[in-house]
């Protein structure tokens, strides 16, 4: 009479199992990076982390007939989290290269490799931000989120009215195209009190010593022709 036979059990080879969690590390982070990406409709990647290579904190201000518009807080992030008017972020949150902590109109410029960016690039994300609605309101009115050489927050150039772009109180003609990276308005020991504390740490630009100095100004006027 014969004996059953034994059976060895097959011993998964261990470049297969690594292999296999290799590949359900990347599924997954893709997974999380997609649905985090589902989640907004920012323009850029909204990374959980503020990179430094690029670190500049422009200063912006918008005047309408002679009325300060508030640039508000959390422009640019995910889920922000709010203490004492600052908005931080929290386990779920994420951050576009150009965001706001705080309605004083330093806007945040943080990425992590060397590229321009543009006053466009800020309204659009200001824009695409959710949780402000995509508007923004103006003696209890709603307007939309644009700038361009014609139209700031719906207040259109026409016979009357101008719109006017000062870069440290000289007239420009950049208006959306104007490029951030070279006015940084704070530094490491902030003279101004609108870079404390939201905007600490020396100012970097792809990585190496700022060159272009500190202290500039951004305002962006609808003011009458006459």
């Known amino acids: 009479m014969r004996r059953p036979r034994k059976y060895k059990k097959r011993r998964i080879p261990w470049f297969i199992i690594?292999?296999?969690?290799?590949?359900?590390?990347?599924?997954?982070?893709?997974?999380?990076?997609?649905?985090?990406?589902?989640?907004?409709?920012?323009?850029?990647?909204?990374l959980g982390s503020e990179p430094t290579t690029i670190h500049i904190h422009p200063y912006l201000?918008?005047?309408?007939?002679?009325?300060?518009?508030?640039?508000?807080?959390?422009?640019?992030?995910?889920?922000?989290?709010?203490?004492?008017?600052?908005?931080?972020?929290?386990?779920?949150?994420?951050?576009?290269?150009?965001?706001?902590?705080?309605?004083?109109?330093i806007i945040h410029v943080e990425w992590s490799s060397n590229k321009n960016f543009t006053l466009s690039d800020f309204f659009k994300i200001w824009n695409a931000t959710d949780h402000l609605s995509h508007s923004v309101t103006i003696n209890g009115v709603s307007h939309p989120i644009v700038f361009?050489?014609?139209?700031?927050?719906?207040?259109?150039?026409?016979?009357?009215h101008r719109i006017v772009l000062l870069v440290d109180g000289q007239s420009s003609s950049e208006y959306q195209s104007l490029v951030l990276n070279m006015l940084d308005y704070c530094?490491?020991?902030?003279?101004?009190?609108?870079?404390?504390?939201?905007?600490?740490?020396?100012?970097?630009?792809?990585?190496?010593?700022?060159?272009?100095?500190?202290?500039?100004?951004?305002?962006?006027?609808?003011?009458?022709?006459?």
Do not use: M, W
């Open 18 to 46: 690594l292999l296999g969690i290799f590949v359900a590390v990347i599924v997954g982070g893709v997974a999380f990076y997609e649905s985090q990406q589902a989640n907004t409709n920012f323009p850029y990647p909204c």
């Open 61 to 105: 201000r918008i005047e309408i007939n002679g009325q300060n518009i508030t640039v508000p807080a959390a422009i640019g992030i995910y889920k922000p989290v709010f203490s004492n008017g600052f908005a931080g972020g929290g386990a779920n949150s994420c951050f576009e290269p150009l965001h706001t902590h705080d309605s004083s109109g």
């Open 148 to 160: 361009n050489a014609t139209d700031i927050l719906g207040f259109r150039a026409d016979s009357t």
């Open 187 to 226: 530094s490491a020991a902030p003279t101004y009190p609108q870079c404390s504390p939201t905007a600490v740490g020396d100012p970097v630009y792809g990585g190496i010593a700022y060159p272009y100095g500190t202290g500039h100004t951004i305002l962006i006027e609808y003011i009458s022709n006459g």
